[in-house]
């Protein structure tokens, strides 16, 4: 029997994930992509910006280093006036890093015997993709079934246009060789904070402007709060119910004007504005794609979008834009084509994190959900600050919250605002995803001294007999 012909439109984690299913369920897979596999994520956003925050969060360890008892040559023990970022060395290093992470999945796809062609793909039709290759010629590729998955790109507005140089977004910082002596982020959600953690603790001034009244609108107010106030007391400031207007340049100076008509200037300016899906011109609605607000591809929960055979996954769906979630729609719909076992996408199951410094990681059901009455649940919150190790390593904002259900017990979400709270979630997310009640997490050892001792710890304080 001749194999199920599936042909991919981008090659980010949401295509690349899905065509490694594929062929390894026997199909004869074609990838179409622009810019390089590995997509923005591997090129332009989570694996430089967290190379990037590798670096700021060396120089932020090293700057509250002198209460640990480490102290700098040709200092007064004052580690932030003696270390520098050398930002053009930083920024070849997250390049190449992309680079090699992208030729490396390029090797892995090859190796699965995967076909890349590399140029723009669009729906002749819901059976068909036209490839208009980078050498100019074109091919269409009769399809089986044809997943898209295009991504996003940074939403700009008339009034704030990036130049590359001054006003930037944020797939363009890493072309930046000077650093900015004055930094303004306009902003706050993940991307925005994320960005205003890291430059601050690279060492560089920063405003970051935001529309809401507190930082990361979206995530746990408890977290958000932390947040600010170690952004804050680190030296940040933090105009809330500040809307932008426009953002201007002048010379060397980058002006930003807020709605009230209150102006901030810096040196540099980074928009982070939220995303908006690579989805025209794509012959989408012509083949029987139905898009919902924004222009987002609507699918259901094993990624079909209403036109028979034609999948969608990852940011140009709007369903969650993270890469984990990408993959995870790219696989379904491969596993769903091709007639394997296949769960529905489980949103409560996913666990994200805040790359801010401390992170804030978070997995199922919210705080905001419980107080909103959508789902009843007991909630204990546990400050780091009294976890040995904390106390050792000089850690003293973060904690862990749990929710669990009043009757049995079970774990429906959890928060950990911390350092490396993006591992230390995981516990949380195999509770969350087996069921496990609070006691089964309690009981589980933990290592002394541990910051996951803390999540051992909560769970105790919802034992109830
Ligand atoms: C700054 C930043 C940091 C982030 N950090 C994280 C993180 O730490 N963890 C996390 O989970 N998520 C993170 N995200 C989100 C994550 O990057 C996205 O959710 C993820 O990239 C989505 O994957 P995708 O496959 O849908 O699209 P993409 O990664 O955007 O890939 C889409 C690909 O399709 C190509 N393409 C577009 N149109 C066409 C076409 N017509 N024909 C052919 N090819 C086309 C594009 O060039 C691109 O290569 C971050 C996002 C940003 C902005």
Redesign the pocket.
């Known amino acids: 029997m001749a194999s199920e012909r599936v042909v991919i439109?981008?090659?980010?984690?949401?295509?690349y994930e899905a065509a490694h299913v594929a062929a390894q369920l026997g199909a004869e897979v074609t990838v179409?992509?622009?810019?390089?596999v590995g997509?923005?994520?591997v090129l332009t956003?989570?694996v430089p910006?967290?190379t990037l925050i590798a670096t700021a969060e060396v120089m932020s360890e090293l700057a509250d280093a002198a209460e640990l008892g480490v102290s700098f040559l040709d200092t007064e023990g004052d580690a932030a006036t003696a270390i520098r970022v050398d930002l053009a060395r930083l920024n070849a290093r997250v390049k190449q890093l992309a680079a090699d992470q992208s030729a490396d999945i390029g090797r892995r796809l090859a190796r699965d015997g995967v076909t890349v062609l590399q140029g723009?793909?669009?729906l002749a039709g819901p059976d068909r993709v036209l490839a208009q290759l980078a050498d100019g010629t074109e091919q269409v590729l009769p399809a089986d079934a044809i997943l898209l998955?295009?991504?996003?790109a940074p939403r700009t507005l008339p009034t704030a246009q990036p130049d590359g140089e001054r006003i930037l977004t944020?797939e363009q910082v890493y072309d930046l060789t000077e650093v900015p002596t004055e930094l303004i982020v306009v902003g706050s959600g993940v991307?925005g904070a994320e960005f205003a953690s890291a430059y601050l603790n690279l060492g560089i001034p920063v405003t970051l402007v935001s529309s809401r009244d507190r930082v990361l609108p979206g995530e746990d107010a408890d977290a958000a709060k932390v947040l600010e106030d170690v952004l804050t007391r680190r030296g940040m400031k933090v105009l809330s119910r500040s809307r932008m207007e426009s953002v201007t340049r002048e010379g060397d100076t980058v002006t930003v004007t807020l709605t009230d008509g209150r102006t901030v200037q810096g040196s540099h300016c980074i928009l982070a504005l939220g995303?908006v899906p690579?989805t025209a011109g794509?012959g989408l609605e012509e083949a029987g794609v139905n898009l919902k607000d924004g222009g987002f591809v609507n699918v259901d929960r094993v990624s079909r979008t209403s036109a028979r055979g034609v999948y969608a996954?990852?940011?140009?769906t709007g369903v969650l834009?993270?890469?984990?979630v990408?993959a995870m729609q790219g696989r379904i719909a491969m596993w769903h084509f091709l007639g394997d076992a296949v769960q529905p996408l489980d949103l409560k199951t996913v666990s994200s994190n805040v790359?801010t410094a401390p992170e804030i990681a978070t997995v199922g059901w919210s705080q905001h959900a419980v107080d909103a009455g959508e789902i009843q649940a007991e909630v204990v919150m546990l400050p780091l600050s009294g976890n040995p190790r904390a106390k050792m390593q000089g850690v003293r904002d973060g904690f862990v919250k749990l929710l669990c259900r009043p009757g049995t017990r079970t774990i429906v979400g959890g928060v950990v605002v911390g350092p490396r709270a993006s591992e230390l979630i995981h516990p949380v997310s195999v509770a969350v995803a087996e069921s496990l009640t609070a006691d089964q997490l309690a009981q589980a050892f933990t290592v002394y001294p541990s910051m996951s001792g803390s999540i051992a710890e909560a769970a105790r304080r919802l034992h109830r007999v």
């Open positions: 439109i981008g090659g980010g984690p949401g295509g179409v992509d622009t810019d390089g997509g923005s994520a956003d989570c910006s967290k723009r793909g669009s998955a295009t991504g996003a944020w991307t995303s690579n794509l996954a990852g940011d140009c834009m993270l890469a984990s990408a790359f």
